[in-house]
């Protein structure tokens, strides 16, 4: 069986391929252009991807040495991201589903972060707790299986990528900060300024108090902002960053003292942080529970992820007509509303 798997929800237009259940090809191109605007531009976002789709569709089949009229399913990104940005995947995949006469399959973007770890060799067990920290989510999520999860907590303000990005730009850093605050953190104290970590209830979370905590915190100790030294920005940088792990280590723990589980697993962009890994390698030893965490190019968006929870779906009998979603760009929870009903 050949599955394509399209992400073209934000900056990344991604192509994957898998082939007899071998991932053969995860193309990602990045938009880096965003960078000089401080944050994604949905507008050249879209007309990005429609350049580079085809390009990179043509690159996958070689790779994978299939033609187009090989691929037995079809599989987008359909939710949540950018309207025109997800218009793009959804539309082409539609139409060469229409046009191959093979099965479409809509995929949760989210979904798609959730089982990501499967892509690794040694994969998670049912029921594991995952961890989703992207760009716009931050959710607690028990997973019992390919049909079946229950959200334990989410975010009630900012996502912690979200969170990272505006700190970043507020230490006046290029887009996108996670990696740019996990670099100048490498160099600084992390004790140094104690930013608070929110109070929330049961599994949620909250990273406004924290990021606002940061901007009061450079308003007052630097009028000036040209007297702010390179140490300072490393300091703030590693002190923001541990309150970010403070905060997801905290209702982790919780979650997993609270819930029968066999592995955890860490997801979503922001999985790449070391820092948050080192914290869950010990959360796992401490616990005695298997951890998967995808290997980076699995962790930022790409289409291996959208392929394989398209393929799931398919397998546990999930059929779409090309008139499903309703409309791109929907919600996660609005998504597993609509699907309960098909
Ligand atoms: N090393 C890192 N440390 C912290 N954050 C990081 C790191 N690398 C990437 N990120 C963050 O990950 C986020 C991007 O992740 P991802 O691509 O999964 O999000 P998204 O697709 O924009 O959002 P969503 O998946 O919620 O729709 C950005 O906020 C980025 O700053
Ligand atoms: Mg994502």
Redesign the pocket.
Known sequence: MNILGIET??D?TSIAVISNDKLTANLISSQDFHAKYGGVVPELSSRAHLQIIIPLIKDALKKSNLELKDFDLICSTAG??LIGALLVGLTFAKGLSFSLNKPFIPVD??EG?LYSGFLMEDKPEFPYLALVV????TLLVLVKSFIEMKILGTTVDD?A??A??KVSKMLGFPY????Q??KNAESGDENKIDFPVAETKGYDFSFSGLKTAVLRYIQKKYPDKSKMTQQDLYDISASFQQAVVKALVQKTKQAIENNNIKSLSLV???A???KIREAFNELSHKYQKKLVIPELQY???NAAMIAFRGKTLYDSGKRFGLDYPPYPGFKFEDYNKSKSSL
């Open positions: 929800s934000c990344e949540p991201g973007h989210i972060h992207s760009g716009g989510h996502a990528g979200e990272f990005d996108p900060g996670g990696p605050i996990q979503g962009g922001v790449a942080n070391k962790c930022g968006d």
